[in-house]
C-alpha cells in the first residue's frame, strides 16, 4: 500500500505539484485529490504556512468527535431471533437486511449517548448488524458466517480506564454480545473470532480523526456551506489544485459515494477551463 506523507506544493505559484510518499517516492501532478479527513489533509499533510491563517483554525476547531466502534465477529451459526417463527439455518429474510438491536425507544438511546458524553460506554450499546455471508458465500467457510456491528456509543477516551486495555475490550464487546442474547439466544457462545476498532483504533489503521467515519460532526454548523469551512464547500481549497474528495466535503458522510462525484465533476470543469 502507498502511504503518502505530505502534499508537495510550490512555494511561490501556492500551486499543488504531487505528493510524497513515505518511502521517499514523489509523484508528480497539478491535481491532487484528498479523500483523507480535511483536519489529516490540511494539519498533517499539507505543508505549515502555506494555507489562510482563517482557513486553518476552522479546520482545527472543527468536531471530530466520535462514539462509534466496529466489532466484526466470525460465528458458528447465525443467529435465530426471538421474533421469528422459522428458524433459517442457511439465512432468512430477517439475516439479508440491517438490524437494529438496543434501540427499543428514543429513551434508550438517549441513555446510551449521555453514558458515553460522560467518559463511559454505552451499558445498552445501540447496535447496527449486517451478516454479508448471507448473501456472499465466498467470505466464509461452509457454516460458518461474518457479521459486522455497528456499535454506539464508545467514548474516544474513556473517563475510566483504556481502550489499549485488552480487559476493557473484553468486556465491552462482551457486553455487546450479550445484549444480542436478549433478541438471539446463544449468539454469544456461537462466536469464534471477532475484531474490534474503538475510535482510537480507526482513527490510527484508517486516518479517520478522532475515529469519526464521517471526517468530522453532521451538525447544521457543519454541513452545506460549512463544510469543510465557511467559503470553502465547493470541493476547492486555498492550495490551488488542491482538491476534497472524501466524506469531510459536501454532503458529508453516508454510503453515497456524492462528496466524491462532485469533486470530480469541479475537478473536470476546472481542466477545461485551463
Known sequence: MLRVSQVMVDENTGKVQGVALVDGT?????????NATPYKTFVDLVPAN????EFLCAIKTADYSSATTKINVAVNALPQFRCCKNINPEGGPEHMGTIHIGSESMEEIDIAYKEAAGGFSSTRPVIEMTIP?????????????????????????LSEGSWQ???VRKSFAERCFSLIDEYAPHFSSSVIGYDMLTPPDLEREFGLTGGNIFHGAMGL??????????GWSDYRTPVKGLYLCGSGAHPGGGV???PGRNAAAVVLDDLKAR
Do not use: C, W
Not at 514523489?26 to 484528498?34: A, D, F, M, T
Not at 454548523?221 to 465557511?230: E, N, V, W, Y
Open 26 to 34: 514523489e509523484l508528480h501532478s497539478s491535481v491532487v485529490l484528498s
Open 165 to 167: 486495555d485488552p480487559a
Open 221 to 230: 454548523d457543519s454541513l452545506f456551506l460549512m463544510r469543510p469551512a465557511k
Open 50 to 53: 502555506t494555507l489562510p491563517e
Open 133 to 157: 455471508s448471507v448473501l456472499d458465500k465466498t467470505i466464509s467457510p461452509p457454516g460458518q458466517h461474518v457479521i459486522n456491528l455497528f456499535v454506539q456509543y464508545t467514548p474516544y477516551k
Open 256 to 258: 453515497m459515494g456524492a
